[in-house]
């Protein structure tokens, strides 16, 4: 039994509720076919109708029923639109007449074809423009997208009229096109009716955003799509949060189209329906459709994106012979050639760009709506955002990182990588608007590169799963590419082996990522995470990738400005990076000559050991599930432990030598503070002088950490009675105070009137609330470290004295807080090296626990010293899965 011509349709939901397509132009007032014009495609080598055998009748008016009730539908009044059907197949098909079309002109012909079979049927069935009926087309056909075997979704609009005449007209309408077993989604309304669906129904609301007139009366048209239109843009407050929940769903079913094997492309994360979203959202003037994608954005922008994937889906649905939206590996060979990008993985590599574009710009158009819309609730009481300083010309604001006012992009080389390093420090994001005006007018960093501009690359890369986001949207934006030229051979190259789960690009972000955790393990964090960055980096260029990537690791470490001791040593990580995996897994751990291998490989090199067994945890980590295990584990653990045994040992810490002028000064007994410039623009060198009396080291740190200097290193060490700290630091935004100043701050905070320590957590406690209050979470954030503190001691030769290295990641006054626990145990402080790595610190400090002043023992000052230091998270529940927050 057929259904009801004039209700929702057989063969699929209605089109009034379908979710579906790009948002079409504001309508222009199409006009029915006579004044339209619109003809079939003459490269489609259909003819006029007189050919085609698609009759256009001479016009006669709707006319009412006969007594005897509705039209029935029989062979004598009603014809199957078998013409259609016919020219359909020989656009598909191609012949002697008509060539084969490629995936654009497809797609039109099949627009005009349809277009203009539904105008002549309109005119045959008296759908005039003072007809009180239009044909309206919403889906594929609305959005001049139509695919070969989509459904022709299709809303009969009338005027009120009588429903007998509405009956008539809508069986002479949708039965030629079932009896030619052509999909139809179809429903019957008044222009109140479909605005009533659209108010109450999200997915209607968004098929209706993209209806178009066909044929019949234009003003029918303009009202349903004017009224759509209005009503999105007046309730999309009330509907935004089930918007985006509808959205989130559809990525949770279908996954993420740059990184599965067989993608869906219709309704994966950044496939055809973000495309839509982002036209909606546009409708609703809350955001733009390309907002933020620079000049130097791969892959051609959102237009190009969009069209390829459209190119995809139509060469799919030619080749399977129906209607898919899930490209299967066995089609993906014909579906590159036919659209002439090259094998399988030429493929995959173009849907990964595209995706990832589409997907960068889903999220900038999802949060600047969620900005730009009115408040709800309780976060209407959120104060106004203000502009917190994050580091120098970077500032929150909103929720995101953006320039300060007074920021000069076109003059300060570094900016990009201070706002990717904030950006990734908090957890917000970077405003579209900064990236768009960082790609346009940010000059290339010179090389070497700045140290500061260095350590804020090794502050990014130490900073866990927010690190994958934020290079995500630098790269997009073409801005990661200018930082790291190299990236372009790897960018989207998928992966050869089943086994991977990320594209190449993003295999080596994730290994960074994940060494992230491990980076105190190590001597050397800062090289540990470059060198997670880089391991694969020869890739895609031919060739052994580990003998490539080395040479480009060398070529990217003195662009840095590495020393050439540690462009050396990262170098050789990229090199070796299989060598344990591979040695470990294949050869007899027995055999000496198998150990004694790998230490010649690596020169007998104890750091580059560590470094290369951290890296192949974090490498098989990021690989995908199952790739990391107890059996890899326990040989790789063993290769390890006897190459140390052959490599014996590693060299204790020393101390700095006192430079003789600060000797000098020594002797001549005071105070003394001095500031000077150091070699990058933003860092300096202040010198504190002093009487070596207990207090002084976690005095002179809190007062650089209350006046916002970070330290990124510090040598501790005493001459003739007096203390020579020198402390290397950089402002976290402005000018440093003058030393003037700090010197008073000094001599105060030494006479006990600053309570340091209370001052610091107070400073650290306003800038966690000011945090949460940007990101609207409620209650002060807890700061979790990535990886665990870890603490080594080393005995000396002089007795009573030992030196403990802490590795951990950095805090605010973080060395005050250490050398306050030192002082408040009578740990004499001999000397000490601190250096901060990115995220990451390594601080030394030599101890003289053997004086009668010393009340500790290791134990308890271990204890101490891990009650001030970042703690590490909390061990994950069942079912509780990692990942990075807001990265959805």
């Not at 002549?120 to 001049?144: H, N, Q, W």
């Not at 303009?222 to 989130?248: C, H, K, P, S």
């Not at 994958?468 to 990236?487: F, K, N, Q």
């Not at 009650?867 to 994950?876: D, S, T, Y």
Request: glycine share 10%.
């Amino acid at each position: 039994m057929r259904s009801d011509p004039t209700g929702s349709g057989s063969g699929g939901p209605d089109p009034v509720a379908v979710s579906a397509g790009s948002g079409p132009p504001p309508y222009s007032g199409n006009q029915p076919p006579a004044a339209s014009g619109i003809q079939p495609p003459a490269a489609t080598g259909i003819q006029p109708p007189a050919a085609t055998g698609i009759q256009r009748p001479a016009a006669s008016g709707i006319q009412r029923p006969a007594a005897g009730g509705k039209n029935m539908h029989t062979s004598q009044n009603i014809v199957a639109a078998d013409d259609l059907v016919r020219a359909r197949k020989q656009l598909l098909d191609g012949g002697s007449r008509t060539r084969r079309l490629d995936a654009p002109a497809l797609r039109q012909a099949l627009v005009d074809l349809n277009e203009f079979w539904l105008t002549t049927k309109g005119a045959e069935l008296g759908i005039k423009p003072d007809s009180g009926f239009a044909i309206v087309a919403v889906g594929g056909l609305g959005r001049r997208e139509l695919l070969p075997y989509s459904d022709l979704d299709l809303l009969l609009l009338h005027d009120d009229m009588d429903p007998d005449v509405v009956s008539q007209v809508a069986d002479r309408l949708w039965y030629p096109l079932w009896d030619a077993h052509i999909k139809l989604d179809h429903s019957v309304r008044t222009v109140p009716q479909a605005l009533q669906v659209a108010s109450t129904d999200l997915t209607a609301a968004m098929g209706l955003l993209e209806a178009r007139h066909i044929a019949g009366d234009p003003e029918l048209t303009n009202l349903l799509i004017g009224g759509v239109r209005r009503q999105w843009r007046t309730g999309i407050r009330a509907r935004f949060d089930e918007l985006v929940e509808m959205t989130r769903a559809r990525w949770s079913r279908s996954g993420e189209i740059a990184h599965r094997a067989e993608p869906d492309i219709k309704n994966g994360r950044g496939g055809l329906r973000d495309v839509q979203l982002l036209d909606a959202l546009a409708i609703a003037q809350v955001a733009d459709v390309a907002a933020g994608l620079g000049p130097d954005a791969p892959g051609g922008g959102m237009a190009s994106a969009h069209d390829r994937l459209l190119d995809v889906r139509t060469e799919l649905h030619r080749v399977a012979g129906r209607a898919r939206d899930q490209l299967r590996a066995q089609d993906a060979d014909e579906i590159g050639a036919a659209l002439r990008i090259g094998d399988r993985f030429d493929l995959a590599r173009t849907l990964s760009d595209s995706a990832r574009t589409i997907s960068y710009s889903v999220d900038v158009g999802l949060r600047t709506a969620a900005n730009g819309l009115p408040r709800r609730g309780l976060s209407r009481l959120r104060r106004v955002p203000v502009r917190r300083p994050l580091d120098e010309g970077v500032v929150q604001h909103g929720g995101e990182v953006v320039l300060a006012r007074d920021a000069k992009p076109t003059k300060d080389p570094g900016l990009i990588m201070r706002v990717a390093a904030a950006a990734a420090q908090t957890g917000m994001p970077m405003s579209s608007s900064t990236l768009g005006r960082l790609s346009d007018s940010a000059p290339e960093l010179r090389e070497p590169w700045p140290k500061e501009a260095l350590a804020d690359l090794l502050v990014l890369l130490g900073s866990g799963p927010r690190t994958a986001a934020v290079i995500e949207a630098l790269d997009r934006t073409g801005l990661w590419g200018r930082l790291l030229p190299e990236w372009g051979a790897v960018r989207d190259l998928p992966p050869r082996d089943a086994v991977h789960t990320w594209t190449v690009d993003r295999h080596l972000v994730e290994t960074a990522v994940q060494v992230s955790a491990f980076t105190t393990r190590v001597t050397r964090p800062d090289l540990l995470v470059l060198g997670a960055l880089l391991h694969d980096i020869g890739k895609g260029r031919g060739g052994d990738h580990s003998v490539v990537g080395a040479e480009l690791a060398t070529q990217i470490g003195n662009r840095l400005g590495l020393w050439p001791s540690d462009v050396a040593v990262l170098s050789a990580m990229v090199r070796h990076h299989l060598l344990l995996p591979e040695t470990a897994t294949r050869r007899d751990l027995d055999d000496p000559a198998t150990v004694q291998m790998v230490a010649d490989a690596l020169g007998h090199d104890s750091i580059l050991l560590e470094l290369l067994y951290t890296l192949a945890e974090a490498d098989s980590l990021a690989t995908g599930p199952g790739v990391w295990g107890d059996w890899k584990a326990s040989l790789i653990g063993e290769l390890v432990r006897r190459c140390r045994l052959v490599m014996a040992g590693e060299p204790l810490p020393e101390p700095d030598p006192i430079d003789p002028e600060h000797a000098a000064l020594a002797a001549e007994g005071g105070v003394h503070v001095m500031l000077t410039p150091a070699e990058g623009p933003h860092t300096y060198t202040v010198t504190v002088i002093a009487p070596d009396v207990p207090g002084l080291l976690s005095d002179a740190a809190g007062v650089l950490a209350l006046h916002s200097l970070r330290v990124l290193s510090a040598s501790v060490g005493s001459h003739g009675g007096a203390a020579v700290n020198s402390f290397t630091v950089s402002p976290r935004f402005g000018a440093p105070p003058q030393a003037g100043l700090l010197r008073q701050e000094l001599i105060r905070a030494t006479a006990g009137e600053l309570d340091l320590i209370a001052l610091l957590e107070e400073k650290e406690r306003v800038a966690k609330e000011e945090a949460a209050l940007e990101l609207g979470s409620t209650g002060v954030p807890v700061q979790y470290a990535q990886a665990p503190p870890r603490l080594i001691w080393f005995e000396t030769a002089v007795d009573g004295q030992v030196i403990v290295e802490l590795r951990t990641e950095d805090r605010l006054g973080l060395l005050c807080r250490l050398a306050t626990v030192l002082e408040r145990y009578g740990a004499d402080v001999r000397w000490a090296k601190v250096a901060t790595l990115g995220n990451s610190v390594v601080d030394a400090f030599c101890l003289n626990l053997g004086h009668s002043d010393s009340r500790v023992t290791r134990e308890e000052l271990e204890a101490a010293i891990l009650e001030v230091v970042p703690a590490p998270p909390p061990p994950k529940k069942d079912g509780e899965e990692g990942g990075a927050p807001g990265s959805g």
